[in-house]
């Protein structure tokens, strides 16, 4: 662990304090109607640096996919296996046997192929006034054991990303600097202020821009467009195309290789960015 790297201000560790203190877990979903944003590589790296800060945090994979799951697998080693699968603990009506360790602080719901089968057993064995809140029935036991939780869903909309909207605290938005995820980002911000319906406390901690290329005139001409479009929500701290994070997805993240403390500096501006509009 770099010290000097992941050093917070008086005011940022007083926020970690609160976040630690309170009595169940801060829900958050990172997601956006768009594959390829960086949404899963962002909760990774968020992660990474909980660890560091000693926040305890359950990672839910609630992707077929299972992109989260391999990048988690990439930087930490498994101390403790889950004993069931995602969509056993959720035929169960129970989580509490699906969750893997993989630090004193970081734990995570693995993603599950077996998830695909999931509007099946809702049409089967919830009514419709039920199934958009599965996952917030579901985790309403474990948020006394962590101080986040964290979901990472499919970019589209579906029963996944209703659950995990509803039951959410919070939603950030990873996007790009680039027309169709501007477009993209319009479409899942009025998705978010329908689904106030079924949670109307989840509120939208901000849109993280991510500048595809270096110095590119779309990229400056789309990013000036987030700020006009929707003002403070845009984070003021960005990220910038980094071929090192193509190489942490490989091979896992480092913090002593070439521009590593540079790459991982700027991530943690975003998080000091997201502790700023927790707080708030």
């Not at 990048?71 to 056993?88: P, R, T």
């Not at 035929?91 to 970081?106: A, F, M």
């Not at 899942?188 to 993280?208: A, P, S, T």
Request: proline share 2%; with cysteine; glycine share 4%.
């Amino acid at each position: 662990m770099n010290k000097t790297l992941w050093s917070l201000s008086k005011y940022h560790e007083g926020v970690v304090n609160k976040i630690k203190s309170l009595p169940v877990a801060i829900v958050l979903t990172l997601n956006n109607f768009k594959g390829g944003v960086g949404k899963s590589t962002l909760i990774a790296i968020f992660a990474y640096i909980m660890v560091q800060l000693k926040i305890k945090v359950l990672l839910i994979d609630s992707d077929p996919q299972r992109t989260l799951t391999k990048k988690m697998m990439k930087n930490f080693e498994v101390k403790k296996n889950a004993s069931l699968s995602f969509m056993q603990g959720i035929r169960n009506n129970s989580l509490e046997n699906c969750i893997t360790q993989l630090d004193d602080y970081l734990y995570i719901i693995q993603g599950d192929w077996e998830l695909a089968t999931l509007d099946k057993f809702a049409r089967t064995n919830l009514n419709q006034n039920n199934e958009y809140y599965l996952y917030s029935y579901l985790i309403e036991d474990l948020k006394k054991d962590f101080d986040l939780i964290i979901f990472d869903s499919v970019p589209t909309t579906s029963l996944y990303t209703h659950n995990c909207i509803v039951a959410s605290d919070y939603v950030v938005a990873p996007t790009q600097a680039e027309e169709e995820s501007y477009e993209n980002t319009i479409s899942y911000l009025n998705y978010l202020n329908d689904m106030r319906q079924y949670n109307d406390k989840v509120e939208i901690l901000g849109i993280v821009p991510y500048l595809t290329k270096d110095d590119n005139a779309t990229n400056k001409s789309y990013l000036k467009k987030y700020y006009d479009t929707f003002g403070d929500l845009t984070f003021e701290s960005i990220i910038k195309y980094s071929a090192r994070v193509m190489s942490w997805g490989t091979n896992g993240i480092s913090e002593n290789k070439g521009y590593d403390k540079q790459v991982l500096s700027m991530y943690f501006d975003v998080f000091r960015e997201f502790l700023d509009r927790l707080d708030k």
